[in-house]
């Protein structure tokens, strides 16, 4: 399974956008790359997903680099809500959407 | 539309015992999926059942063994309970294709070994 790499933790204030990044640099082509949180005490909940360009959804967004080797996911106005960690995953094709989680980045809002 | 579900919330065992697990997919899902997940730490992949057969096993010994029924709810089963094993456990289903779908998760058990 491919690995990701996350900072520990980050801070953001409430109603500010905040970008959280994940390194793949070992990523196939046939990755998809997924971002989900846990919120306390929670198990864990979709954000969002994608393969090559970047997408959008109501929770997020996300950016893919060109060469795919990294990617973020931006929180456009961070809420008190939001805070959980953040875990960025690929996932590829053969495997049913089975998940490999790494520690993830803990996300701290501030009011 | 009901959620994952996971019984029971909170278990304490003793070091030896069996233990078993239960989960409910969501409504239209058939495949399951089982994490464990220490203390500060993610979930790790135990292993899936899709359409009531084993479908991949993350790194977990065989006392970690599972079912999955006709109306694609799910058993966890853990033999020999070690205290290592005290962990949240974590059920997630999907509808198993495209395998890019969504992982609804449940709340989790916390299991506690003494």
């Known amino acids: 399974d491919a690995k990701t790499t996350q900072p520990n933790s980050m801070e953001s204030n409430e109603e500010e956008p905040v970008h959280l990044p994940c390194n793949h640099s070992?990523?196939?082509?046939?990755?998809?790359i997924h971002w989900y949180r846990q919120l306390p005490s929670q198990g864990p909940e979709y954000v969002i997903h994608?393969?090559?360009s970047n997408v959008n959804n109501r929770m997020a967004s996300l950016a893919i680099a060109e060469d795919r080797k990294s990617s973020t996911l931006i929180l456009h106005r961070a809420t008190l809500r939001d805070a959980a960690v953040y875990y960025c995953?690929?996932?590829?094709?053969?495997?049913?959407?089975?998940?490999?989680f790494g520690r993830g980045t803990q996300l701290t809002v501030w009011p | 539309e009901t959620g994952v579900t996971q019984s029971p919330t909170h278990l304490i065992k003793t070091r030896g015992q069996q233990v078993t697990l239960r989960c409910s997919s969501q409504?239209?899902?058939?495949?399951v999926s089982w994490y464990q997940q220490a203390l500060g730490q993610g979930p790790q992949f135990i292993f899936q059942?899709?359409?009531?057969?084993?479908?991949g096993r993350g790194n977990f010994p065989p006392r970690f063994s599972g079912l999955q029924f006709p109306n694609y709810s799910s058993e966890l089963n853990v033999n020999a309970l070690e205290l290592d094993d005290s962990a949240l456990y974590l059920c997630?289903?999907?509808?198993?294709?495209?395998?890019?779908?969504?992982?609804?998760f449940g709340p989790g058990t916390r299991l506690t070994v003494l």
């Open positions: 059942y899709y359409r009531e057969e084993e479908n």
């Open positions: 994608g393969l090559t």
């Open positions: 409504s239209g899902h058939n495949t």
């Open positions: 997630a289903s999907s509808q198993g294709w495209p395998s890019t779908d969504t992982q609804y």
């Open positions: 070992t990523i196939s082509g046939t990755d998809y």
């Open positions: 995953i690929l996932t590829r094709g053969s495997t049913l959407g089975r998940l490999y």
